[in-house]
């Protein structure tokens, strides 16, 4: 090979070698840069999730069981599941998308179906959310519930937590194991609304199937469809379509931040039972009921509040026992009216809150007062 020949050839090798040794270096500083970005990434999701993403706000859940927690070998069981069946970090786990409006954390109160939900865990209950929204780490909170009873835990938490940060209790008609199960998105909705600004003040919501309710008005109407949940004469305060929540009402009568009911210091809440109105009832029911030591009854009676002679003669006997009475409806909408009845006999009317609600408001007046007269009151004001 002549001179020139070899010197191209060596002058070609090391110019191969300059180039790899180029790329090798960008791909080593490509590498490492990509080193560096995956690390500030993963960094950035730690910081995220150790110290909450800063523009997110912090949503604590509070589980107690009930459908949105159940589960069933079958799914199109819908019916016969065991509800209260999974823990609050399975129900929050199969939400993920939850981790991008909120930094959730979730705490297991209790799990059980809400039919036994008792006044001791509302109690128990209300003195943890009020614990936790004193903290300035808690923007709002989220409360699981079976749908059964859900309303009276709402409604009693409208009355006894003393914050105007967003509460939002939320339920599911169809298990988590069942095919279009309403659970996430319920979950996923109740978590929005509580992060949302718009819903500081309004007092205690409710949402399932889209809607946003105050637990003043809203009433489960169904035994098993997903649009169980109505607020029948006064409407929802606001709707969750796709991302958007938008309020378009809220509850006038007293709650939350400005209601005088304080159960901090309250160990026991007083019975109060509800009696249902029908033809041929007796007075042995209220009887019964005053002698098992009932402080206060709420008669679902029929209509506007009509009872029958006999219950009345029950009813006007209890209150000579020193038992409160309230008159509410079986039709569970509408005003029960105060009448002229109701101050000869020292009765309640009930304004427009149902039985199980008007019986929530009962226990809670008579942690004040025993005079019909003073609880009357509360009824024109919450
Ligand atoms: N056991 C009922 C309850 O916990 C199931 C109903 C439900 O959660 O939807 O209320």
């Excluded at 001179?3 to 191209?8: A, D, H, S, V, Y």
């Excluded at 069981?77 to 991008?100: C, E, H, N, R």
């Excluded at 509800?274 to 002698?291: E, S, T």
């Excluded at 009854?297 to 029929?302: F, H, P, Q």
């Amino acid at each position: 090979m002549n001179m020139t020949k070899w010197l191209g050839a060596v002058l070609l090798s090391v110019l191969l070698l300059v180039t790899a040794a180029c790329a090798n270096t960008g791909t080593q500083e490509n590498t490492q840069s990509e080193k560096e970005n995956v690390s500030n990434e993963t960094k950035e999701k730690n910081k995220a999730v150790e110290t909450g993403n800063k523009s997110l706000s912090n949503i604590k859940v509070l589980a107690t069981g009930g459908t949105i927690a159940g589960s069933s070998n079958s799914d199109t069981d819908t019916t016969g599941y065991k509800s209260g069946s999974l823990g609050i970090d399975k129900v929050i786990a199969s939400v993920p998308q939850l981790k991008d409006i909120a930094n959730v954390t979730g705490e297991q109160v209790v799990n059980v179906g809400s039919e036994n939900v008792d006044n001791a865990l509302l109690l128990k209950l209300a003195k943890r959310v009020n614990e936790l929204l004193k903290d300035d780490q808690v923007d709002g909170i989220v409360i699981t519930h079976g749908t059964d009873t859900l309303e009276e835990t709402a409604y009693f938490l409208h009355l006894v937590v003393k914050s105007d940060k967003p509460v939002v209790v939320v339920g599911s008609m169809r298990p988590a194991s069942a095919i279009s199960a309403d659970g996430p998105l319920n979950l996923y909705h109740a978590v929005k609304i509580a992060s949302t600004k718009e819903a500081k003040g309004k007092g205690v919501m409710v949402t399932l199937n889209d809607r946003i309710a105050s637990a003043r008005f809203i009433t489960k109407t169904n035994t098993t469809t997903t649009d169980a949940f109505k607020s029948l004469e006064h409407g929802y305060i606001g709707e969750v379509a796709g991302e958007v929540v938008s309020f378009y009402n809220e509850p006038i009568r007293k709650h939350t931040s400005e209601s005088e009911f304080d159960v901090s210091n309250i160990k026991e809440l007083p019975q109060v039972d509800i009696l249902y109105g029908y033809q041929n009832d007796q007075k042995y029911l209220y009887d019964a009921a005053v002698k098992a030591g009932a402080k206060g009854i709420v008669v679902a009676a029929a209509g506007n509040g009509t009872m029958s002679t006999e219950a009345i003669k029950g009813a006007a006997d209890a209150v000579k026992k020193d038992v409160v009475l309230v008159r509410s409806s079986r039709t569970g909408n509408g005003i029960v009216t105060h009448e002229k009845t109701d101050d000869e006999h020292h009765f309640v009317s009930s304004d427009s809150l149902n039985p199980q609600k008007a019986r929530i408001l009962l226990m809670l007046a008579l942690t004040k007062t025993k005079d019909p007269v003073k609880v009357q009151r509360y009824y024109e004001q919450y």
